[in-house]
């Protein structure tokens, strides 16, 4: 869908997403949502040797390359409606001076994004990126990480003031518990805490693009405890699943975001 009025995507209009950091653990969730409700699902990794096991969990591509050390971005996002980023350093990489592909990585494949006429760029964040008032955990993730997390702010900085529909989710703990549709998104300042699986972070990611109110968005994300007098009051969308017989049993009313 290139070409369209910033927020006007339709559940039907995505056809080509390109999904970075799809080897790891979010990444992998959203390779299993939209493999069956986009044209074409493409996998970056910066390992050959995980061609095969990205294509079973759902890319029908593979791009090879380092978002640190990029050979071809501009091959990279060609032909790309949406791209969801769910690249993140290793904890001990914080001890480190960087560079993080959390930062300059993800912003050389923002800027090939715009470059581009991508429509949408889609960030996976963490609860206490950025100056708004923080939660205790917040705070933790700021002591332990600080780096990546100050890498992860200039990010943000960077997608709000670029020509592209973006949306920034901020989730607390990860898991690997299932997909549970019950999350908590609110306003950054929010100071939710708490933990919240992968899968549903990837809802939220692969939702994002058709989801009005998620246009040039920012959101905390927490599973549970919920926060329900905090909350955000978003209409979740998913893309519409592939094939005229299709039903879509995931388009969620909203009700517990
Ligand atoms: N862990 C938490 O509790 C937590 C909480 C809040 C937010 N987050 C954030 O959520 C995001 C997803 O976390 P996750 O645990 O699901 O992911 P993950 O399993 O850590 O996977 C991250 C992926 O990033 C890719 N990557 C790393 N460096 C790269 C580079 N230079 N170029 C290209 N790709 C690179 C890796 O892919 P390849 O190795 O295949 O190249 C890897 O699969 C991260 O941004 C993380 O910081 C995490």
Known sequence: MRGSPRRGMDTTDVETVLVAGASGGTGRAVLGLLGSRVRTVRALTRSPGKRSSLRRAGADEVVIDDLLDPTDLDDTVDGVD???STVG??????LGSGPYVDGAGTQAL???AVAAGVDAFVMESAIGVGEEPASPLATAFDLFIGPIQAAKAETEAALRSASIRHTILRPGVLTNGPRTDDVTVAEPGAKLYGTVS???VARLLAAAPVTEAAADATFEVVGCPAFPDRAAAVD???PAPRGPNS???DVIDGAGD
């Open 198 to 200: 992968r899968a549903d």
């Open 110 to 112: 923002l800027d090939a």
């Open 82 to 84: 949406v791209v969801v």
């Open 236 to 238: 979740w969308q998913l």
């Open 247 to 249: 039903v879509d049993l």
């Open 89 to 94: 350093s290793e904890i001990g990489q914080a």
